[in-house]
């Protein structure tokens, strides 16, 4: 979080585990961060890194065998670990509202769009059936859907998957939430609508001064929208700070191995490098540093002895033993 | 839609021709109807007169393309026993039998349904296990045993109930309804529980089944993500979604119980159709059977199409066809 600005939410020290029959997953473990209002906070790691899970747990969303084990959840001030159920469904969707992965299926096949938005209205407002129809109707033209009126009596299989996760856009921004969780946003979608959600949401939030944290595997979508980024590694932060400044200068070996898989644009292409191995089994996570067996710069010690989050001035930290300090190329 | 309802009618027209061979073919070989009407004493001629009155003489071609002209002509022939229109006869007793089916359907949903979405919502928890073993008692226990058991203790050790009969009926446009009377409500609880029990049982786990599968939706979650109360997740953005199963099952299990409530019509001396088609085949009474079948089958395409246009209100992208 950059300096002055005041913080929305504040992970601190997040566990969360799945107790499977196959033996304890640590999905999420010990992880910290924070969200500063307006800020968008790009979490990227590879899929089983544990990404989804942390939006979950914001959310009080983790169902059995998981559970949040530790940790605060500092909203605005108040911890939503203690809040109640009844509590949490007035802050979910109103407060705090999430965009699905797959728009294909994050929308209910039975429902009308319209009806589907309409629900958060209803659940959130005190506006009665004609001003929130007219809410929705301009919600949904907001987000780029023509003939919004008639749209709304549509049901979900008449939209195309980009169509739909603009109505999953405009069912996360309709109560004005302060902070949306976006899963993997565009994943499920087409590259040429990728870019065209992903800057109708910055477009939704910076508008509305909503913070935001934007799941993904893909740090090249991180790029284009975050303020900050976190990465993770089975379930563990391994580097975090201000976009620009880890772009440039990773720091963590596992964070350069993500850039050098992001093909560029300009000149001459090389093969585009790969991170060797893959994620370690997290039910049996070897001693020391998890990222040790597919790093290159390995030695001795990081087998030994896990390794502490260090700071690298103001807002940046790595947890690796021998931090990298190479300036990347542009 | 018009095109869909012509094939829905030439289908059902088919259906009803092919009910009608195949059980006027059985009939003629289950016994000798004309011992059923002439008295034990009867002299051979009177036999073969007999005979010859009920169109018994000719061959099955013939008599079976007689029956099919004189139901074109209204006539559906007449109960050798009753001497009655076999129609009307049956028509008679059918709204004993639907108003039994009626509320034991009702019964069934209200309980099924309910049980079926907490059991699907919750499948670890000792509620639901108990639900389910439940379940296992309502398809595995006869009906007879249930009724009898129910008679015996509600009715003659309790008294509670009356253990047999209608009760006190109204006629209503030329019908004759027991659901208008106390007292009919009074005597049709007994049987319609029995009737209900396998029917509650099967709704159940279908009900379980598709929630369990629905619950793994990821529209189940982000309805959560939007602030939706869990009932309301459960039963707003589930149950239809798992509904597609629960109301075939339902429409096969309500044409099944019209048809073939006998058991139970006949444990409690319920003077409903199902008890006339055991009479009529004791009795050998041809005509009763064969329209009572053929009225079974039509029963079971109305139902059917009913279904198939439940499907289309349920889920906008079935379409007819």
Redesign the interface.
């Known amino acids: 979080m950059s300096a002055g600005k005041q913080s929305l939410l504040e992970v601190r020290d997040l566990k969360t585990r799945f107790y499977t029959f196959a033996g304890v997953v640590n999905a999420v473990d010990g992880v910290s961060f924070t969200v500063g209002r307006g800020e968008i906070l790009g979490l990227v790691g590879e899929s089983g890194g544990g990404k989804s899970v942390i939006g979950f747990s914001i959310l009080g969303l983790i169902d059995p065998p998981g559970k949040v084990d530790d940790g605060e959840i500092l909203f605005d001030g108040t911890d939503l670990r203690r809040k109640s159920e009844k509590e949490l469904q007035k802050i979910r969707g109103k407060d705090i509202a999430m965009v699905f992965q797959d728009p294909m299926t994050s929308l209910n096949p039975l429902q009308t769009v319209g009806e589907q938005i309409d629900e958060m209205l209803r659940l959130h407002s005190d506006l009665d059936a004609r001003a929130r129809r007219a809410r929705c109707i301009e919600m949904l033209t907001d987000v780029g859907i023509s003939e919004a009126d008639k749209r709304l009596n549509n049901y979900p299989h008449q939209f195309s998957g980009g169509m739909r996760q603009r109505v999953v856009i405009a069912i996360a921004m309709i109560a004005g939430p302060l902070l949306i969780i976006a899963d993997e946003p565009t994943t499920a979608l087409d590259v040429t609508i990728q870019s065209q959600i992903l800057k109708l949401m910055r477009r939704q939030v910076r508008e509305r001064d909503a913070s935001m944290i934007l799941i993904t595997h893909d740090l090249a979508v991180v790029s284009q929208m975050a303020d900050e980024i976190v990465v993770l590694y089975c379930g563990k932060i391994v580097e975090k700070g201000p976009k620009q400044d880890l772009i440039s200068k990773p720091a963590h070996p596992y964070t350069q191995g993500l850039l050098g898989s992001i093909p560029k644009l300009h000149g001459r292409q090389e093969r585009l490098t790969q991170i060797p191995g893959t994620v370690p089994d997290v039910r049996n996570l070897p001693k020391g540093c998890n990222f040790r067996e597919r790093c290159p710069f390995a030695q001795a010690r990081c087998a030994e002895e896990e390794p502490e989050q260090i700071s690298l001035g103001a807002d940046r930290s790595v947890a690796c033993h021998f931090p990298l300090e190479q300036e990347l190329e542009p | 839609m018009l095109g869909y309802l012509t094939k829905r009618l030439i289908q059902m027209t088919i259906v009803l021709w092919v009910v009608s061979v195949i059980v006027f073919m059985m009939m003629s070989f289950t016994g000798d109807p004309v011992f059923m009407v002439v008295p034990i004493d009867a002299t051979d001629a009177e036999i073969a007169q007999a005979r010859r009155i009920l169109g018994l003489d000719q061959s099955l071609l013939v008599q079976y393309v007689k029956f099919l002209t004189s139901i074109f002509e209204g006539d559906f022939g007449r109960s050798y026993v009753f001497r009655q229109p076999a129609l009307e006869l049956i028509l008679q007793r059918m709204p004993a039998t639907i108003e039994m089916v009626l509320v034991a359907m009702a019964f069934a949903v209200i309980v099924s349904i309910p049980l079926g979405v907490y059991a699907g919502a919750h499948p670890?928890s000792r509620i639901s296990k108990t639900i389910m073993a439940g379940s296992l008692f309502g398809i595995s226990l006869p009906g007879f045993w249930v009724g009898m058991m129910l008679i015996y203790l509600l009715a003659v050790q309790w008294g509670w109930f009356p253990s047999s009969g209608r009760g006190d009926t109204v006629e209503v446009f030329g019908l004759r309804l027991s659901l208008l009377t106390t007292d009919g409500w009074h005597h049709i609880i007994l049987p319609a529980f029995t009737l209900s029990l396998a029917t509650t049982a099967i709704i159940l786990r279908i009900t379980r089944a598709g929630m369990m599968e629905v619950g793994r939706?990821?529209?189940m979650?982000?309805?959560?993500?939007?602030?939706?109360?869990?009932r309301d997740v459960l039963f707003r953005?589930g149950l239809?979604?798992s509904l597609i199963p629960v109301v075939t099952i339902f429409g096969l299990q309500i044409g099944d119980l019209i048809a073939f409530a006998t058991i139970t019509e006949t444990i409690f001396s319920w003077p409903g159709m199902g008890k006339l088609l055991i009479d009529s085949i004791y009795r050998a009474d041809r005509p009763v059977i064969v329209v009572y079948l053929m009225l079974v089958a039509l029963i079971f395409v109305v139902i059917n199409f009913l279904v198939d246009l439940l499907y289309t209100l349920?889920?906008?992208?079935i379409t007819l066809k």
């Not at chain 2, 979650?221 to 869990?230: E, I, L, N």
């Not at chain 2, 349920?314 to 992208?317: A, M, Y």
């Open positions: 670890d939706q990821d529209y979650k982000f309805a959560r993500a939007k602030g939706v109360a869990p953005h239809k979604n349920i889920d906008p992208r």
